[in-house]
């Protein structure tokens, strides 16, 4: 059965006011052990694409998983922060019946969830989307019907 994984991007310390734009900010030391066990996490599951917001953070988060499954991660401008709810459901609806993992944004995420439970979608586990945490999605009909969430990896 095909499912869309939805993961919260790892731990990237936190925003400066500094000179270089906030999309180019790295994972952190934490974040890195976070990104390698998502592999422990997701990597031994039938995904057959990675999609990532251009963000770099979002990026190194998949690079491992990516690696361990042979897959290429692609950007994905729709995954970015700030995107309105309604393009990441085009990108969602879109994927329909396929087995891909998506990184995204602590913005993105909650209204992405809110947006499938007024569709109808049931969720086992409270919304929450801590870094590095996943939301495993099935698909039923060409609509992701349940989800339930992966606490992140320790």
């Known amino acids: 059965m ?3 994984y939805l993961v919260r991007h790892a731990d990237a310390g936190h925003r400066s006011g500094g000179s270089e734009p906030d999309e180019l900010r790295p994972l952190s030391a ?32 998949l690079e491992p998983l990516g690696l361990h499954l042979g897959l290429k991660v692609e950007e994905e401008p729709r995954l970015a922060e700030g995107t309105p709810v309604a393009d990441v ?3 969602v609806d879109g994927l329909a019946g396929t087995s891909v993992a998506l990184c995204s944004h602590g913005d993105v995420i909650p209204d992405l969830l809110d947006a499938l439970l007024q569709r109808g979608a049931r969720f086992k586990d409270e919304l ?7 939301w495993v999605l099935t698909w039923d009909d060409g609509r992701l019907s349940k989800g339930r969430y992966l606490p992140p990896p320790s």
């Open 2 to 4: 095909a499912k869309l």
């Open 128 to 134: 929450r989307w801590q870094k590095a945490s996943t």
């Open 30 to 61: 934490r974040g890195e052990r976070q990104a390698a066990g998502l592999v422990d996490l997701l990597g031994e599951l039938p995904i057959t694409r990675l999609l990532s917001s251009p963000y770099l953070r979002c990026r190194q988060s």
């Open 89 to 91: 459901l085009d990108l």
